[in-house]
């Protein structure tokens, strides 16, 4: 399996950007993974932003992005995207998208567990 983020960049506080995770190979349907979106500020540990569960019927949003950030999927595209609104200085970081099997709690995909397969990011700067 491959993940592919896009959609970063640089943008000014109050703007909006979304944010692409393309999913490739392996050998289940695409509604069969999880996927999750998490993010890392430099100098700080990686935290969870947001994940759909059991093809849609569950999803989750950290407290710092509930309300602004809206997680959806395409499966005609392969792609889960990350609608991130009123962003923030704080939102600052690499995001990245993570995918594997639903064979855990919900739980255990919230704590950044059970992932097997991890994108390589991508940046998102919001200047003040």
């Known amino acids: 399996v491959q993940l592919v983020e896009s959609g970063g960049g640089l943008v000014q506080t109050g703007d909006s950007l979304r944010l692409s995770c393309a999913l490739s190979?392996?050998?289940?349907?695409?509604?069969?993974?999880?996927v999750g979106w998490f993010r890392q500020a430099p100098g700080k540990e990686r935290e969870f932003v947001s994940v759909m569960i059991r093809d849609r019927v569950n999803t989750y949003y950290s407290d710092s992005v509930t309300g602004r950030f809206t997680i959806s999927r395409d499966d005609a595209k392969n792609t889960v995207y990350l609608q991130m609104n009123s962003l923030r200085p704080e939102d600052t970081a690499v995001y990245y998208c993570?995918?594997?099997?639903?064979?855990?709690?919900?739980?255990?995909?919230?704590?950044?567990?059970?992932?097997?397969?991890w994108g390589q990011g991508t940046q998102v700067t919001v200047a003040s």
């Open positions: 993570a995918a594997d099997l639903l064979l855990y709690a919900d739980s255990t995909y919230l704590r950044g567990e059970g992932y097997d397969h």
């Open positions: 190979g392996g050998n289940y349907k695409f509604k069969d993974y999880v």
